[in-house]
């Protein structure tokens, strides 16, 4: 019976594995624990939280702020529309970054230069005032499309998409679909486009988290409130204390819950915020480190 070579550890590779495995576990503690600690404080009562009562469990639990959020129109505009800017948003970033990448990845006269200008953008920009009146001069100033056309295409990830598919679509692949008649358009689509999964995937999470998290295009070129993204209603609450509620009454009997739904907003808002990101993750978590490795590779 054959026996199995197994790779064993040297004591030296156990103990680097040991203190890695403590120093991300501590990482990981204080990283998680700020959003834990949002999620429990979300539900529980605001006396509990200033006597520092709520350290790992929820006290007095609750869900009034998650329903004062729920039924506030502004925020749940801020939701349409930071899910429109994200959607159409990541939409237009895969198309750009594919077919860019697609083009860079064959080889014609003027492509190390071309190659060059894109990646000049990524040290180098023209500043925050021509930024301003290019958007101003194309029109798109306080309007949705001031959230998506700007940042249609990454120069990084459009470096990666290049190195992707040149290392990981053969050429002879081209070449044996060119003999059966098959144009540059259709192998894109039909054999380039199912072999790039992966890097499909893995943009798709880049370009999501970026649009999701972004409030300073909103910030600078969007004056209509009613076009605001949800970052930006977030960072009135966390920064500017400014939180949306509608009061429709001033009965002194709601006073005191009408404050502490207030502060605890704060909270709620974290979370409600961040819960799509969390949950998209971990069905793009498998890819997550095959797709970063594609930086690496030299096209």
């Known amino acids: 019976m054959k026996k199995e070579n197994k790779l064993t550890e040297s004591r030296s590779d156990r103990i680097f594995n040991f203190i890695s495995t403590v120093i991300l576990a501590i990482l990981l ?58 959607v159409l948003g990541t939409i237009l970033n895969i198309f750009m970054t594919m ?15 071309i190659t060059f200008l894109i990646t000049f953008t990524m040290f180098f920009s023209g500043g ?29 990830n459009l470096i990666i998409a290049r190195s992707f598919l040149t290392s990981g679509i053969p050429k002879e692949l081209f070449e044996a679909a060119e003999i059966d008649g098959c144009s540059r358009l259709r192998f894109f689509w039909w054999i380039v486009i199912p ?3 992966v890097l499909i995937s893995i943009l798709t999470l880049f370009y999501a988290v970026g649009h999701w998290n972004s409030y300073f295009n909103a ?17 009135e609450t966390l920064i500017q204390n400014s939180v949306p509620i509608d009061e429709g009454t001033m009965d002194p009997d709601i ?7 207030k502060e605890l907003l704060k909270y709620s ?31």
């Open 99 to 113: 077919t860019g990448g697609y083009a860079l990845s064959v080889k014609f006269p003027g492509r190390a230069v």
């Open 269 to 299: 808002l974290v979370i409600v915020a961040s819960a799509p990101m969390l949950i998209m993750y971990p069905f793009l978590q498998k890819n997550f480190v095959k797709g970063v490795m594609v930086g690496s590779l030299k096209g």
């Open 219 to 235: 910030l600078m070129y969007i004056y209509k409130r009613e076009l605001y993204p949800l970052q930006l209603i977030l960072r």
């Open 128 to 156: 925050l005032i021509p930024n301003f009146f290019l958007m101003k001069d194309l029109g798109i100033l306080d309007t949705i499309w001031v959230m998506i056309l700007p940042g249609a295409v990454s120069a990084y």
């Open 195 to 197: 072999l790039s999964a």
């Open 29 to 86: 503690a204080v990283i998680a624990y700020p959003l834990y600690f949002a999620a429990i404080a979300s539900i529980s009562n605001l006396n509990s939280i200033n006597n520092g009562d709520v350290i790992f469990l929820p006290k007095g639990v609750h869900f009034d702020s998650y329903i004062r959020i729920f039924q506030n129109n502004r925020i749940l505009i801020g939701y349409r529309n930071t899910i429109v800017y994200t």
């Open 255 to 261: 006073v005191v819950q009408m404050t502490q739904i």
